[in-house]
């Protein structure tokens, strides 16, 4: 996820939630209230389940990048002895 991408989706959910929030002080009535905590609820639950993917991400990365290293040092230098034979000729 680029951090463009993060700051967008981040804010986008933080500006719904104090939308519902204005909107519950704003509108009477049990069912704006309802209403309005039931999708600050649910925006607070999608910003814990993105740190979540973030942190799934980051470990996924750095495990990518521990195997990648012991790839490189069980392979080792690759040392190719230079052939005897000279290169064969084409017929003319």
């Given amino acids: ?3 463009r991408a993060r ?3 981040y804010g986008s959910i933080v500006l719904v939630i104090l939308l519902a929030g204005l909107a519950r002080l ?3 009535g049990f069912g704006a209230e309802v209403a309005s905590l039931t999708v600050m609820s649910l925006c607070l639950g999608a910003i814990v389940l993105l ?3 973030e942190v799934g991400l980051s470990e996924d ?4 990048e521990e195997e990648a ?3 490189r040092r069980s392979a080792g230098p690759v040392h190719r002895e230079p052939s005897s034979e000279l290169p064969r000729r084409r017929p003319d």
């Fill in 7 to 9: 700051i967008l989706t």
């Fill in 1 to 3: 996820m680029t951090k």
């Fill in 26 to 28: 704003l509108i009477d």
């Fill in 51 to 53: 740190v979540f993917y």
């Fill in 69 to 71: 290293a012991r790839r």
């Fill in 61 to 64: 990365k750095a495990r990518a």
